[in-house]
C-alpha cells in the first residue's frame, strides 16, 4: 500500500511554547512556523492578531498551547477559535499537558469536576472546512477523560513513554531497569507500554490520618529501579516510593513522569545539591509538556528533558 504524501503544516504557537514549536519545526520540513501578535489592551484584556491570516486559507493549521496557568488560558482560546474559521484545510489543536485531567471526578456533591469543563470548552471549537479539530494530548491523567469530548472534536491520545524506552536502552545498566509504579492507578495507565521489564507496584495505604507507601508486589533489590507516573505535583508521593524502594534493596532509583508540574518550584525537592550530597534520585526524566518548568530545571541534576518535538511532528501528519 502506498504511503500517504505529507501534508504542509503550519504551525501557530503560544509564547511560553514557542521553544517546542521551534523543535517541531526543525523535525519537518513540512512544518513551518508562523507567528501571532501576543498583544493587549491597557485594561489587561487581550488584543490579537494572526498573522498571515490571508494567506491560510486552504491550508493545513496547527496550534501549539500550553495552558500552565488560567491567566493564559482566555487568550489562546480566543485564538483556537479564530483560526479553523479562516476557511483552513483543516485544524489541530496539540495540547500537549490537559491540565485539568486530575480532577475527573467527584467525591461528594459539590465538588466541580473541571476536567469535563475543559473538555466541554474544548469540543465547541469550530469546524473547519476539513471537519472535527484533531486534539493531540499526552498522557491525559484518566483515559477515561476522552468521552468527556464531544463530537465537534477528535481527541488524539498521545504518550511519552516511547521516549522513555529509548533513553532506557542507552544507559550502561539497561539490563538491570525495574520499573515501579507508586499506585495501581499508574500500573493500570502503562503497565501494557512496558510489560518487558520487571515490574514492582507500590500503593498508598491509611494508618490514622496518613497515607503511608508500601511495597505491594514485585522485587527491586539489586536493580535500577525507575518510577513511572503521568505527572507530578509536589513529589510527595515519588519521595516516599523512593524510600520504599531503597529499603527493599534497590540499587538506584530513578524516575520518569510526562507532566512535570512542579508548582511553587516544588522541583527543588529533587536537585543533586552537591557532588557529595547524597543522591535520592540517580535521575529525573520529564517531557518539555510544561514549558515553564523546562527552564527552571535546565542543567539541574538529577532532571533530564525528553523532547515530544518529534512525536508531535509526526501526530500532525495523521
Request: hydrophobic share 45%.
Amino acid at each position: 500500500m502506498e504511503k500517504p504524501q505529507k501534508k504542509q503544516v503550519l504551525l501557530y504557537h503560544c509564547v511560553e511554547a514557542e521553544d517546542l514549536a521551534r523543535k517541531i519545526a526543525a523535525q519537518s520540513e513540512f512544518i513551518q512556523l508562523q507567528t501571532i501578535n501576543w498583544r493587549s489592551f491597557d485594561d489587561g484584556f487581550p488584543n490579537l492578531f494572526i498573522n498571515n491570516a490571508q494567506d491560510i486559507k486552504g491550508q493545513h493549521v496547527a496550534f501549539l498551547a500550553s495552558f500552565s496557568s488560567p491567566a493564559v488560558i482566555f487568550e489562546q482560546l480566543s485564538v483556537i477559535f479564530a483560526l479553523p474559521r479562516l476557511f483552513v484545510a483543516s485544524f489541530s489543536l496539540v495540547l500537549p499537558f490537559f491540565p485539568t485531567g486530575s480532577f475527573e471526578r467527584m467525591e461528594e456533591e459539590g465538588d466541580v469536576a473541571t476536567a469535563f469543563t475543559m473538555a466541554r470548552i474544548l469540543s465547541n471549537i469550530p469546524i473547519s472546512r476539513g471537519g472535527p479539530t484533531s486534539l493531540v494530548i499526552y498522557d491525559i491523567h484518566a483515559l477515561q477523560e476522552r468521552f468527556y469530548f464531544g463530537d465537534q472534536v477528535l481527541p488524539l491520545f498521545e504518550t511519552g513513554i516511547p521516549l522513555l524506552k529509548q533513553r532506557l536502552h542507552q544507559l550502561p545498566d539497561s539490563e538491570k531497569i525495574v520499573i515501579a509504579f507508586p499506585d495501581d492507578g499508574a500500573w493500570k495507565r502503562f503497565h501494557k507500554q512496558l510489560d518487558h521489564f520487571p515490574m514492582v507496584v507500590c500503593n498508598k495505604v491509611r494508618e490514622g490520618d496518613k497515607r503511608i507507601v508500601r511495597l505491594k508486589e514485585g522485587n527491586p533489590e539489586g536493580c535500577h529501579v525507575v518510577i513511572v507516573d503521568d505527572l507530578v505535583q509536589s513529589g510527595g508521593t515519588l519521595i516516599e516510593c523512593q524510600k520504599v524502594l531503597a529499603a527493599h534493596g534497590a540499587a538506584k532509583v530513578s524516575a520518569y513522569v510526562t507532566h512535570g508540574v512542579f508548582p511553587k518550584r516544588s522541583w527543588e525537592r529533587f536537585m543533586h545539591k552537591s557532588e557529595d550530597s547524597e543522591k535520592a534520585f540517580a535521575y529525573f526524566w520529564i517531557t518539555d509538556s510544561c514549558p515553564h518548568t523546562v527552564k527552571a530545571i535546565a542543567d539541574k541534576a538529577p532532571f533530564e528533558v525528553l523532547s515530544l518535538a518529534g512525536s508531535i511532528a509526526d501526530a500532525l501528519q495523521t
